[in-house]
């Protein structure tokens, strides 16, 4: 019976398109982008603020004629507003970052592949260098040496990402240069931009993909992260990890709100995107899939 | 004889890598503005004070002798002196330093043995409810950020039930002239909740490992024959799955100490555990950039360094690696 049951259990459902994670995800997104429109309060406007009524626990009502469902923070900003408008900048940051990322990443990794020789070894150790070490570690040097700004964050995130890219791609493309259309391509005499990028770069580029939805779920933990410690996005406009932030002070006076519930939205969306980004691997990368 | 030139070459190895890295750090300070406006006060100074400043500070000369001059002085410990504490840099950090080891290795001891036991008993029934359970719960603990899982960490274990301390390191006792915690049962109770913030993500990263390697081992004929002979299933997990995937979860454990190092500096700051990430993140908030450099170096050589270590050991451990190379 029992072993009737995990049977059905286990079978594998046919490919459905829509899971609970995509389903959150897409919610996500769709709050971020109507976040101007749907919350109560813009919090980066200090004319709709009322400072005396900072740290108001969930469910007060505010002056505003709105209800604080979640409360609001130590400045006095509704907390439901402050996750809208911080999932935008977490989501801009964290996916421009992984886009320009792979963007960068797949180009040098294909190249390495392609030019082989000192290009090769150039780009080869670097992209070693930088595995080497973790990737946490690889942006707080980077943010340290740049600075703090949403522009710098993303730059620091790309520096921190791209050699994972670059790595991947370079494997692929070395074995699709002694493919025999890589043969004409170059009998044809076509331009090496030509070859790089309208022949090899598309036919090495499936596996990178792959890669996509975990980096930007990487991206968004990094950029909380970078922005807890006070060296990522600035402070009077907040993403999700500085608002967990902000709240921090509040945490050991009980005022629990301020950090629960930004802190639940991000763990929300970073493990949706981990479960798509799982799910996706195991459909096209056969290798992953034993594991 | 094929282990000393594994030895050797990871060496080598590992110094090249350390330089390329200055190579680059050090580049990429100088493109990022003059280092002398950093000294003088923009404000106030004259083009007079700027230059003199320049001479003093070596920075009219070339940059490849403004490099070998860094280098010299890396080699012989010197960071330069905190602004802050007025300490030599890299003795300020080596102060700190028991704190995040002890800290470090706490949370490996619960990490490693947690990890590979679930992984071992998911593992062992690919597909069934434990199997399944474990594999989603490791992707939610893999997702929580530390910090907010640290929060949350001081909120139930600290506000709500008052059962530990919301942080600090506790009374400590001196061994070997360094302060040490985890030696008196108040720092031991100080020491359980910043642990658990660092070990629930190892205990998530251990077991994918141990899981995926005891699947692969028990397809294997040697499982197979141990199972006809007529052994225990206990005894086959025990005594023969589990050596033989020692070797990959040995090098988790190893890079993920690493790790650990790195994300010290979060745990560490939240639960002002006095260790070398919550100085490094002081060091950046205060501008003390002699205490951040000797910081930010001292954690990548000691990655790197155990990086090599943990090559070495699997080399060690493993003929396969070293025939390999």
């Known amino acids: 019976m029992k072993a009737e049951l995990l049977r059905v259990l286990n079978k594998r459902p046919p490919p459905r398109m829509l899971t609970p994670s995509m389903l959150l995800i897409a919610t996500y997104i769709l709050l971020a982008l109507a976040a101007p429109v749907i919350a109560p309060q813009n919090p980066y406007d200090p004319l709709q603020i009322y400072a005396w009524e900072a740290s108001s626990p969930p469910g007060t009502a505010g002056s505003g004629g709105f209800l604080y469902l979640l409360g609001t923070d130590g400045l006095g900003r509704d907390i439901v507003s402050c996750i809208l408008y911080g999932l935008r900048i977490s989501l801009v940051v964290s996916i421009t970052s992984a886009a320009i990322a792979a963007l960068i990443g797949l180009t040098a990794g294909v190249s390495a592949a392609y030019f082989g020789k000192w290009a090769d070894v150039a780009i080869m150790r670097l992209v070693d260098l930088q595995l080497s070490l973790p990737t946490i570690l690889v942006a707080l040097i980077a943010i340290v040496t740049l600075g703090p700004g949403i522009d710098r964050i993303i730059l620091a995130l790309i520096i921190a990402q791209w050699a994972t890219y670059a790595r991947l791609a370079r494997s692929v493309a070395l074995s699709e240069t002694r493919k025999s259309y890589m043969d004409a391509a170059r009998l044809m005499r076509l331009p090496t931009s030509r070859i790089l990028f309208r022949h090899l770069l598309p036919n090495s580029i499936a596996p990178a993909i792959t890669l996509i939805p975990i980096e930007v779920g990487h991206a968004v933990a990094l950029e909380a992260t970078l922005s807890f410690l006070g060296l990522g996005v600035p402070i009077d406009k907040p993403s999700l990890g500085s608002t967990v932030a902000n709240g921090f002070q509040y945490l050991l006076t009980g005022q629990y709100w301020i950090s629960l519930f930004p802190g639940l939205a991000l763990f929300g969306l970073i493990a949706s995107i981990n479960f798509v980004g799982e799910d996706v691997r195991r459909r096209l990368d056969p290798r992953s899939r034993s594991v | ?325």
């Open chain 2, 1 to 325: 004889m094929a282990l000393i030139s594994v030895a050797l070459g990871r060496l080598s190895q590992s110094v090249l890598l350390l330089l390329a890295m200055s190579v680059i750090g050090f580049i990429g300070i100088h493109s990022i503005g003059n280092p002398v406006f950093n000294i003088v006060n923009i404000e106030t100074a004259t083009p007079d004070d700027i230059h003199r400043a320049t001479v003093a500070l070596g920075l009219d000369q070339p940059i490849w002798r403004q490099y070998v001059l860094f280098l010299d002085n890396v080699i012989q410990g010197n960071f330069g002196t905190s602004y802050i504490y007025h300490q030599p840099a890299l003795a300020l950090v080596m102060s700190k330093l028991p704190a995040t080891l002890e800290l470090a290795c706490v949370a490996m001891l619960v990490a490693a043995p947690a990890g590979t036991g679930v992984g071992l008993l998911a593992g062992r029934r690919k597909g069934g409810l434990f199997d399944c359970a474990a594999l989603r719960s490791s992707v939610f603990a893999l997702s929580i950020p530390s910090f907010w899982l640290s929060m949350m960490l001081i909120l139930l274990g600290a506000i709500l039930t008052g059962w530990f301390p919301s942080g600090g390191r506790g009374a400590t006792t001196s061994v070997l002239r360094l302060e040490w915690s985890v030696l008196t049962r108040d720092g031991l109770w100080h020491m359980i909740l910043p642990a658990l913030a660092l070990a629930i993500p190892n205990i998530a990263l251990i077991a994918r490992l141990s899981r995926s390697g005891t699947i692969e081992v028990e397809s294997l004929d040697f499982t197979r024959f141990c199972r006809a002979k007529g052994l225990s299933p206990r005894r086959i997990l025990f005594r023969h799955t589990l050596p033989n995937i020692s070797v990959p979860i040995m090098t988790i454990i190893g890079l993920q100490f690493g790790g650990m190092l790195a994300f010290a500096v979060v745990v560490e700051s939240i639960f002002s555990w006095p260790g070398v990430g919550k100085l490094l993140i002081d060091s950046i908030q205060l501008l003390d950039r002699p205490v951040v450099m000797a910081t930010l170096t001292f954690i990548s050589v000691a990655f790197v360094a155990l990086n090599a270590f943990v090559d070495l050991f699997h080399a060690v451990l493993d003929p396969r690696v070293r025939l390999a190379s």
